[in-house]
Structures are given as structure tokens and as C-alpha cells.
């Protein structure tokens, strides 16, 4: 095809053109002399990302996936009881690498196009009088399914149910993108993804560890060599890294940390908001409803929206890439064929979502899927246009100092 195939999966998401200049580098010595000059100011600056004054910071070559691996390998014992909840893929695939290190995984199952039940939550942190749970599991954004969760409720069920536990947060599709408050929310192991929300491609997984964890790292009993804390720290400590830093990649979340704390970290929320609230706006239009249940369910990340009863989400993904050369998310074991997602995060403004919308237009009627050309692209633009919401004031304000 003519012309640029455009990505709206919901990760590995789109890479700035200042960021991928900032990755193509040559090679350079990780262990040169200047090298924590570099290291130790972007370890502080990343801390500002997780709003963290007292956590540490861990840059592990691997996905979130290896982030996961890391926080509970450090931290727990062979055994531990973790109470964690499912409703997509991404906290099942969690789940299940827990109950792999032999984790007795107490699992409250939930209505996929929903989040973290924070009712049941509480009721099983108060019913543990013996404080058998070690630790609580939160997918803050389940990609899967479009659905954010209130990490801030879990920490207020603990502290209501005077439990101990750790609080463990995926935020893969959620830090830096979508409001998170490391430690205000009590959170101790957070992990992120670098080809989310950072903008990088994928093979970082960026991660944060409070004081309580890395107590507890000093004793977990599950095994680990690659991720363990305790080497990075004595190697971190002074600029550097136990092994092979994949230092083009963190050349990159170089300039990506610097143009989120640049642009701001609250106007990176209200824009990823601003964003989401205009894809929404055309799903409704469609008459499409998304797979998240509620409003208080909806993700600024990614949309996962529902396909009419006889279509195949499949189906629409392929026609999209291959006539209209747009890359959207697909459905994920259970809602596989049911449902096809739009990415909205990371380096994304109004008329690259609105493209991805008229070629998902175009898209749904070759399918046959009932809807009026052009309805789903007229109520985005109308939506974005609008003076009324916080994101345009505030983008008015920011233009007029400059």
C-alpha cells in the first residue's frame, strides 16, 4: 500500500520522532566513566513519574511481563497467599504466573466489562484476621477489555481492614498515561511497560518498589537470579547495571521521561482523557456499546468495543489493515471475535484518533456492520471541538503563556 500503515493497538504504541532519534545512537560503552551523570538523574525523573519520593526505581530488560515476574519473585515466599481478581486477559496471565511460582492464589472472578471488585475486596481483607494474605493484586487498566480500576479504593479497603498486606499494581497500560499515585495510594511494586505510555518500543519493563517491598526483598524465598532486586540496587546504586543495559532504549525513555514531565503530567491526563471521551463519543454514535459495563469502568487507554451479534471482530481487523492500512486491537480470549479495540494512549492527538475512526467506518460498513457513514467521525469532531471540556481550555491557556 501507498502512503504510512497507521498503529491504534493499545501497545506497542507509537514512537515520537524525537524519542526514536534519541534511540538511533551508536553503541556505547555501559560501563564508561560518565555514564551516571546519565543513569542517576533519569532514575530521579522517573520517580516523578510514579509520584514517589520514597520508592526505588528498577529498569529490567524485559516486557511488564518480566515486571510482574520481578515484584512478586522479590518479595514473596513459596506458599504466600495473594488475593487477586479476574476480569481480562492481562490479570489472568498474572494470576497465572503467580500460581506457576507456587503462590496460593485466592481468586475472586468478575465479569469480564468489569474492574476490581472493591466490595469483595474489603470483605476478604476484614475476613483475614490471621493476615494469611500477603498480597493484593490490582491490573489498574485491563487492556483486554477497555476497564480502569481504583487502585485508591484497594488501599482504602486495606486500611479500613487494618490488613498488612502489600499492594502490587500492573500499570503496563496505566503509568504514564492515566493518573497514578505511588505513594499516596500506598502502593509498594508498581510496574509499567516502556511500549505503552513511556512511547518507547517494547523491552523495558519500568518498575517502582517502596520501602515496605524492598524490606521484604531481603528475605522473599521464591528463587530469581536476572530479576533480583538486591543486585540492581548495589549496581544501580552508582550509576550502572548488574549486566547489558539495553542502553538505546534507555536513551529513549531519556527524552520520552522528558517530554512527560515537559508537557506535564496532569495535562498527559486530561489529554488521554480528552482523547478517549471522543472515541467514545463514536462508538456511541455507532450505537456500538463498549465492553466496559459502566462509566466508572472506562479506560482513557483503550476502548474495547463490542461488535452486533453475526460479526466478526476478526474479520473487521483484517479488512482494516489490509484496505485501509489501520492496525486496531483484537478481541482476547473471551471476547475473541466479539470485540475489536482502539489504542488512545501515549503519543496520540485529535485528527490521528479521528483517521483511525474513519478507516474503522469505512471498516464496519464493508462488513455490513448497520451504521450511517460518517456518524462515529461527525460526533468525535464535534466532541473535540467543543470549548466546554477542560483539555481545550487548558490548551487555550498553555498557547496564550508561550
Not at 532519534?21 to 564508561?32: L, Y
Not at 483503550?302 to 453475526?310: N, Q
Not at 466479539?338 to 467506518?361: K, Q
Request: aromatic share 8%; charged share 25%; glycine share 10%.
Amino acid at each position: 500500500m501507498q502512503g504510512t500503515r497507521s498503529l491504534f493497538v493499545p501497545g506497542p504504541t507509537n514512537v515520537p520522532e524525537d524519542v526514536r532519534k534519541a534511540i538511533d545512537v551508536p553503541m556505547e560503552d555501559h560501563r564508561a566513566p560518565d555514564l551516571p551523570a546519565f543513569t542517576l538523574p533519569l532514575f530521579a525523573d522517573l520517580k516523578k513519574i510514579f509520584k514517589t519520593d520514597t520508592g526505588r526505581v528498577f529498569l529490567f530488560p524485559a516486557s511488564g511481563t518480566g515486571g510482574w515476574e520481578a515484584a512478586i519473585t522479590n518479595t514473596l515466599r513459596p506458599g504466600d497467599k495473594v488475593l487477586a481478581s479476574r476480569f481480562g486477559q492481562f490479570s489472568h496471565l498474572w494470576i497465572d504466573l503467580c500460581q506457576r511460582h507456587s503462590l496460593n492464589v485466592e481468586i475472586v472472578d468478575v465479569d469480564w466489562g468489569e474492574g476490581v471488585p472493591l466490595d469483595i475486596y474489603a470483605e476478604r481483607l476484614k475476613a483475614d484476621k490471621d493476615h494469611k494474605i500477603k498480597a493484593v493484586l490490582v491490573t489498574q487498566n485491563e487492556t483486554a477489555t477497555g476497564v480502569q480500576s481504583d487502585v485508591s479504593g484497594v488501599r482504602t479497603a486495606l486500611d479500613d481492614a487494618g490488613h498488612p498486606a502489600m499492594l502490587y499494581v500492573d500499570g503496563v497500560s496505566s503509568i504514564a498515561s492515566v493518573d497514578f499515585r505511588m505513594d499516596e495510594w500506598g502502593v509498594d511494586l508498581a510496574v509499567s511497560g516502556s511500549q505503552k505510555g513511556f512511547m518507547l518500543p517494547a523491552g523495558l519493563a519500568i518498575m517502582c518498589a517502596s520501602e515496605k517491598a524492598l524490606e521484604a526483598s531481603k528475605s522473599a524465598g521464591l528463587a530469581r537470579c536476572y530479576f533480583d532486586f538486591q543486585d540492581m540496587i548495589q549496581t544501580n546504586d552508582s550509576g550502572y547495571f548488574p549486566y547489558t543495559p539495553p542502553m538505546t532504549l534507555i536513551r529513549g525513555l531519556r527524552c520520552s521521561v522528558d517530554r512527560l514531565l515537559d508537557e506535564g503530567l496532569e495535562n498527559v491526563f486530561a489529554r488521554h482523557h480528552y482523547l478517549a471521551e471522543g472515541v467514545r463519543k463514536a462508538a456511541d454514535a455507532w450505537s456500538l456499546r463498549l465492553c466496559a459495563k459502566e462509566p466508572k469502568w472506562y479506560s482513557d487507554t483503550v476502548s474495547a468495543i463490542c461488535l452486533p451479534d453475526g460479526y466478526d471482530s476478526g474479520e473487521l481487523l483484517a479488512r482494516a489493515y489490509h484496505r485501509y492500512g489501520i492496525s486496531l486491537g483484537a478481541g482476547l480470549s473471551k471476547v475473541a471475535g466479539r470485540v475489536f479495540r482502539i489504542g488512545h494512549l501515549g503519543d496520540m492527538n485529535e485528527v490521528m484518533l479521528l483517521s483511525a475512526l474513519a478507516g474503522t467506518e469505512m471498516a464496519l460498513r464493508d462488513l455490513g456492520v448497520p451504521i450511517v457513514a460518517g456518524s462515529g467521525v461527525a460526533a468525535a469532531q464535534e466532541y473535540y471541538r467543543g470549548a466546554a471540556n477542560g483539555y481545550s481550555d487548558l490548551l487555550i491557556t498553555r498557547a496564550a503563556a508561550e
